[in-house]
C-alpha cells in the first residue's frame, strides 16, 4: 500500500501521473504548486494546468544532510543517504525544484532531459509507503 506525501500537487496515483499547477487568466504565468492567486500580477484569476511529465534539469545541487524540521521524511543522521534536488524546465510554462533520483553530480548534466516519476520517501509507522515527486534522467 502507498500514498502520496502531498496529495493535492499531482494526479499521482493515476498511471502517467502529472503535476498539477496553475495559469493565471490575465498575465498567463504559471506556477508549480497550485496558487490562487497569480505571484506576477495578484490576479485571482487562476485555473488548474496539468503540467508536463517531462523536463529539461537546468541546476542541481546533492543534499548531504537531514534537512532541518519540518522535513517530511523520517531519516535521522544515522540511516540518511544523500539525495540530488533539482530545478527542472517544464517546457515553456515553468520551473520546478523537486527531487532527484540521481544524486551523483558527475552522473547530472545541464540541458539533460528528465521525467516525472514518484518515488518512496519514507514508510509510515502502520507500513504505507509515502510516496513524494522526483525526476529521472529520461
Known sequence: MAMALAPDVS???ADN??????????????????QSRCPRCSSAEMTD???SREGELIAWTTQGFVPKLPYAG???????????????????DVRVEARLTV???????????????????????????????AFAPA
Do not use: H, N
Request: contains cysteine; aromatic residues 8%.
Open 11 to 13: 494526479t499521482w496515483p
Open 103 to 133: 544524486a551523483d553530480p558527475a552522473r547530472l548534466r545541464s540541458g539533460m532531459a528528465v521525467e516525472l516519476v514518484f518515488v518512496p520517501l519514507y514508510t509510515a509507522d502502520d507500513g504505507t509507503d509515502v510516496m513524494t515527486c
Open 74 to 92: 523520517k531519516t535521522t543522521g544515522d540511516g540518511f543517504e544523500p539525495f540530488g534536488i533539482g530545478l527542472v524546465q517544464l517546457g515553456d
Open 49 to 51: 494546468q496539468l503540467l
Open 17 to 34: 501521473p502529472q503535476l498539477i499547477g496553475s495559469r493565471c487568466g490575465d498575465c498567463a504565468a504559471v506556477t508549480w504548486p497550485r
